[in-house]
């Protein structure tokens, strides 16, 4: 009789026991899932963001904004705001104060698939790329070569099968095609096709716009199916720090809006050079800016699904050089996360950047610092959180699928410390040291906690030296790559079928071959 088949005894309980391990959890009991609540990490004290609060409405009000596009000084002078004899557009503090009570507050970005939609209220947490890296690093020969679409696609699906990687943000830029608007419509397409979760794209101009809706139309079936589950956002970059409206982003902006499409309001000030060196001066023009463009946003249409993307990134002030892996980078994010839930708004930051040009020793401490200390904020959208190196220059397909591990890590720690009559484990002390066995490896708590509690790597190593040895002396690098190969020699579910892949193809010129 085999153990299967056995209705009793110690033997056919382990079985169940490892069956039931076996088994995957509902999402509710499993240790580590999008949306976890952070929020536990305040680098910034109350008065200090009251502080930064009143500065950024005093910048506003005193120092505003130029450069704005005609359409966008209609829109803003007819909500309230104040254009000078200067060109600048200054921003009264009621009409900040009235925005904010009226701005959408809760924002569920959607996927293509149901089940990987993100809820974005409160402190819940989600990680995932972001980026416009021009180069690929290439692990086996630690050279950088220039990205291309196929990357891109490749990146997609890879994201599409790491649990921890919850949304795809077109991470890097497909160098292989030379005109602008083939380019963002095959991003569109080779993101689209490899992953169903919702992805984060950007536009060269507002003339493309309507010709990416038309794409997303036929990806989702109609207008009306988009419109109802918009599956893609808009990354804009609408400010040219230090405040100032970038305008032709702008213009995309307002197009974005108006076809529907969730927008990510992206301030990317660089502290020290154009954002101030200190870290509360980062945050406050970063929120200046994107409190003007949520007013911006809400003037062309009440209520439109934003993500307050305050997003200032670090100099190393010796060189004037970009330092996305420091630890005053893993401060600034989370500063801002806290400044995200002071207005109570759905918001996004940068973490995860490292400045080691391959994933070794120090990629490993500059992405899990800011990660963690971003999941631990409350941060929303956690972007760039895996696969970005040399500051965001270079993309890497093994550093993702590390990432996934890390971020598993930091999901983790963003949990916290549940505390109950069982997890303070009275009477499981109490029956092992009295008259029990002395330890706690056989115990009912624990073969009943050891899933929900802990999270456990999938590629990482755990083995000790002797095992490790045993089994070959496995490298993290080439159980990456391994994986990596693994993922890309199958078909991704994400494709289109045929009939609509076919109209696609007809309609616009799709470089990629899948």
């Not at 589950?229 to 032709?248: G, I, L």
């Not at 101030?276 to 409190?291: F, H, K, R, Y």
């Not at 690098?477 to 109209?503: G, M, N």
Request: aromatic share 6%.
């Amino acid at each position: 009789m085999t153990k299967s088949t056995i209705p009793h005894g110690r033997s056919g309980g382990r079985a169940a026991r490892r069956a039931a391990r076996a088994a995957p959890l509902a999402d509710h009991l499993r240790p580590i899932r999008p949306g976890m609540l952070g929020g536990t990490f305040r680098p910034l004290s109350k008065s200090g963001m009251q502080l930064i609060h009143q500065a950024a409405l005093d910048a506003l009000e005193q120092i505003g904004l130029a450069d704005a596009p005609q359409s966008g000084i209609e829109h803003l002078t007819r909500v309230g705001a104040i254009q000078g004899d200067d060109g600048r557009i200054r921003f009264p503090r009621a009409l900040i104060e009235d925005v904010l009570a009226n701005a959408n507050q809760s924002l569920t970005l959607r996927g293509r698939s149901p089940e990987h939609d993100l809820d974005l209220g409160g402190s819940r947490v989600h990680y995932g790329t972001a980026g416009a890296a021009v180069h690929i690093v290439d692990v086996k020969t630690s050279n950088y070569r220039e990205s291309t679409l196929q990357d891109l696609h490749d990146a997609a699906r890879i994201a599409d099968r790491l649990d921890n990687i919850h949304f795809l943000q077109r991470p890097m830029v497909a160098r292989d095609i030379t005109d602008n608007l083939e380019l963002d419509l095959n991003t569109i397409y080779a993101c689209c096709a490899g992953t169903t979760k919702h992805i984060g794209t950007s536009f060269g101009e507002p003339s493309f716009v309507p010709h990416a809706l038309e794409l997303l139309h036929q990806i989702a079936g109609s207008e009306d199916k988009w419109r109802a589950r918009p599956f893609v956002s808009n990354s804009n970059c609408f400010v040219v720090p230090p405040m100032k409206f970038a305008t032709e982003s702008c213009e995309v902006m307002e197009a974005c809006i108006q076809g529907g499409m969730p927008v990510l309001l992206l301030s990317a000030g660089q502290a020290g050079a154009t954002a101030p060196a200190p870290i509360a001066g980062a945050i406050v023009q970063a929120v200046a800016e994107c409190l003007a463009g949520l007013v911006y946003v809400n003037a062309v249409k009440p209520g439109h699904p934003v993500i307050f993307g305050t997003w200032p990134f670090v100099s190393d002030l010796r060189t004037g050089a970009m330092s996305g892996g420091s630890g005053e980078q893993a401060l600034l994010t989370a500063g801002c996360a806290q400044m995200h839930q002071f207005y109570g708004l759905p918001g996004g930051a940068a973490a995860g950047i490292a400045d080691a040009k391959l994933p070794d020793m120090q990629a490993g401490w500059e992405q899990a610092m800011s990660n963690v200390m971003a999941g631990m904020s409350g941060l929303n959208m956690v972007y760039e959180a895996a696969g970005m190196h040399a500051s965001l220059l270079g993309f890497c397909f093994e550093s993702l699928i590390l990432g996934d591990d890390l971020i598993g890590q930091a999901l983790r720690c963003v949990r916290g410390i549940e505390v109950d009559e069982d997890s303070v484990s009275l009477e499981t002390i109490r029956a092992t040291c009295l008259g029990g066995p002395g330890h706690y490896l056989g115990s009912e708590q624990t073969l009943s906690r050891m899933q929900t509690e802990y999270a456990y790597p999938a590629i990482a190593d755990r083995l000790s030296p002797k095992a490790w040895e045993e089994v070959g002396k496995p490298d993290l690098i080439a159980r990456a790559v391994a994986r990596k190969d693994e993922i890309l020699s199958t078909r991704s579910s994400a494709l289109f079928d045929a009939e609509t892949d076919t109209a696609i193809r007809k309609r616009f010129n799709i470089h990629l071959q899948v």
